[in-house]
């Protein structure tokens, strides 16, 4: 069972975006869920979480520039990116803090320009 993402883009810096994660198959607001990143030559990191009572928490990398939300009736889970940097260049993930799901086809964000 797998996450589907969506809403990678190439941006230039300082630019924003917003990314969506759905499953058809799994009720997310169930877990606690998290977006991951995976950047050139680094291990995927976690960048923000959303716990099932709404509260988040953030990477000092992004804190104050994304944001994690859900929208329980269209069982999504997305990511609000501003002020993007090249650094935020990777391709994004989401999954569950213990990782339960198979791991989707992420969405890849670019930042240059």
């Known amino acids: 069972v797998q996450p589907v993402e969506s809403g990678g883009a190439l941006v230039q810096p300082g630019g924003s975006l917003r990314l969506s994660c759905t499953q058809q198959h799994v009720t997310l607001s169930y877990y606690n869920m998290a977006w991951y990143r995976q950047g050139p030559g680094n291990q995927r990191e976690q960048v923000a979480g959303l716990y099932t009572n709404d509260a988040t928490d953030y990477a000092d990398s992004v804190n104050g520039r994304f944001f994690i939300s859900r929208n329980r009736a269209e069982n999504t889970i997305y990511l609000q990116m501003n002020d993007l940097q090249p650094e935020d260049t990777a391709v994004y993930y989401c999954?569950?803090?213990?990782?339960?799901?198979?791991w989707g086809q992420g969405t890849r964000v670019t930042v240059s320009a």
């Open positions: 999954n569950t803090f213990t990782k339960d799901l198979s």
